[in-house]
């Protein structure tokens, strides 16, 4: 079955403030995607939106045949999610929290065991095991985090943010992990800050700003839209939040803490 992500005039209102606003957009299947923008422009929601976690406020959300809001538990079956800080069961142990959602999963005994054994490899995790998940580090929450998610071999993966506090090899093997899944047909969802990564393994890029796509495409036709073909990314996306002042003000400051 042939897969895809479409947002129709999407608009999410948390009380007075409007989160997003008429977003629409399609992504399909073997692509990883980017979606870039300001703290509160609406990423996360959007994904979550997606993910059948929220129900928007107008628009219809479409995840592979399944409406976000009719059937979230089958979007939620096909889908992986790494949010931006690891929500876990800190009282279990990853060797309990993987069996547990190995058996959600349905996952059966012998696949469950031979994905997870190279991932823990893979990941550096093998002696946290039967440690609490509680007590680990960030970083290798964050690596139990991104285990959980890609387990089940989803054909949807949401992630948000989901690069921070990974060590540079962890990094580099995650997102070697995202280009090997949309090479296999998958959808990657990726937010990040970090403009440089968007760069490198993003396939397409959506701009969010106070809620609405300010741009949408490939980085050759963001660097049409802000009329500027040598920019990189970073010059793009500060010219197309209105952000262009950023040095300048980074100026000001100085000057003022000097004097």
């Known amino acids: 079955m042939t897969c895809s992500i479409k947002l ?23 692509t990883i995607y980017g979606v870039l923008g300001p703290n509160g422009s609406g990423k996360t929601t959007m994904m979550k939106i997606i993910l059948g976690l929220l129900k928007q406020t107008r628009g219809k959300a479409n995840v592979c045949g399944y409406d976000s809001i009719k059937d979230p538990l089958e979007i939620k079956a096909i889908s992986g999610y790494v949010p931006e800080t690891p929500i876990l069961y800190e009282s279990m142990t990853p060797s309990e929290l993987f069996s547990f959602i190995a058996s959600i999963r349905r996952i059966d005994e012998n696949t469950f065991r031979r994905r997870i054994d190279a991932l823990i490899d893979a990941f550096g995790v093998s002696e946290y095991m039967n440690d609490f998940i509680g007590s680990l580090s960030f970083g290798n929450r964050q690596k139990i985090a991104i285990i959980s998610a890609i387990m089940h071999d989803p054909k949807i993966l949401i992630v948000d943010e989901g690069i921070n506090g990974l060590d540079p090899r962890s990094a580099k093997l995650f997102k070697s992990i995202l280009t090997d899944m949309r090479d296999h047909g998958k959808i990657i969802v990726f937010s990040t800050h970090i403009l440089e990564i968007a760069e490198s393994l993003c396939d397409h890029v959506a701009i969010l700003y106070n809620g609405r796509i300010v741009a949408n495409g ?39 803490i000097e004097h």
Do not use: H, W
Request: a negative charge; charged letters at 35%; aromatic letters at 4%.
């Open 8 to 30: 129709d005039n999407i608009s999410m209102r948390y009380g007075e403030k409007l989160a997003l606003d008429d977003v629409s957009l399609e992504i399909p299947e073997g």
């Open 218 to 256: 490939t980085i050759e036709d963001l660097r049409s839209a802000a009329n500027e073909p040598s920019q990189n990314l970073e010059e793009i996306f500060l010219k197309l939040t209105n952000a262009e002042d950023v040095p300048e003000v980074a100026r000001y400051l100085r000057d003022e």
